[in-house]
T-cell receptor, first 111, second 115 residues
Framework: QKEVEQDPGPLSVPEGAIVSLNCTYS??????FMWYRQYSRKGPELLMY????GNKEDGRFTAQVDKSSKYISLFIRDSQPSDSATYLCAMLLQGAQKLVFGQGTRLTINP | GAGVSQSPSNKVTEKGKDVELRCDPISGHTALYWYRQSLGQGLEFLIY????????KSGLPSDRFSAERTGGSVSTLTIQRTQQEDSAVYLC?????????????FGPGTRLLVL
């Protein structure tokens, strides 16, 4: 079993829809939770990170962490075609340096 | 300002040859990471450098892989006697310091194809 599980999709939704992307994890010691966006043939770009539990909002993006369920989510409101990309969740242990990534979910927003 | 840069963008090599991949971190960033992204495996950590400290090599898949960082800036990842399973995108990331590990900035990657 992988430490971080993420549905690879692909996920296709119409423009303007609310998108929900999710990851589950097995190691309860993870403390930092990140979401990266990766466009085709580009490197991952950090969208948001959260320390421990709770919600964080940045514009149209909201990240949620539920440590009791070992489940994290990224919500995209008013989705745009430019949001079409692969979304990767990543996690860090306290005191560690290496990111542990999910497989990534490929998202397409249809105009 | 300039982001993380990597070269070459693409590399095609024959099985058994050695390759060198280069990473230029963001200016002033002291921590540097190498990851590998391959189909079916996702993104995997390879190695981490912080200042003059000994690197964390725990993610290197075999002794054919090595990396160095000269002058605390540019890093080179070397793969000796390449195998077809080494085909992947090799990504470099940097952060301002080891205490900012949650904000890793990635370069565009080097796409390696071993024939």
């Amino acid at each position: 079993q992988k430490e971080v599980e993420q549905d690879p999709g692909p996920l296709s939704v119409p423009e303007g829809a609310i998108v929900s992307l999710n990851c589950t994890y097995s190691n309860s010691a993870f403390q930092y939770f990140m979401w990266y966006r990766q466009y085709s043939r580009k490197g991952p770009e950090l969208l948001m990170y959260t320390y421990s539990s709770g919600n964080k909002e940045d514009g149209r993006f909201t990240a949620q962490v539920d440590k009791s369920s070992k489940y994290i989510s990224l919500f995209i409101r008013d989705s745009q075609p430019s949001d079409s990309a692969t979304y990767l969740c990543a996690m860090l242990l306290q005191g560690a340096q290496k990111l542990v990534f999910g497989q990534g979910t490929r998202l397409t927003i249809n105009p | 300002g300039a982001g993380v840069s990597q070269s070459p963008s693409n590399k095609v090599t024959e099985k058994g040859k050695d390759v060198e991949l280069r990473c230029d971190p963001i200016s002033g960033h002291t921590a540097l990471y190498w990851y590998r992204q391959s189909l079916g495996q996702g993104l995997e950590f390879l190695i981490y450098f912080q200042g003059n400290s000994a690197p964390d090599k725990s993610g290197l898949p075999s002794d054919r892989f090595s990396a160095e960082r000269t002058g605390g800036s540019v890093s080179t990842l070397t793969i000796q006697r390449t195998q077809q399973e080494d085909s992947a995108v090799y990504l470099c990331a940097s952060t301002r310091s080891r205490t900012e590990k949650e904000t890793q900035y990635f370069g565009p990657g080097t796409r390696l194809l071993v024939l």
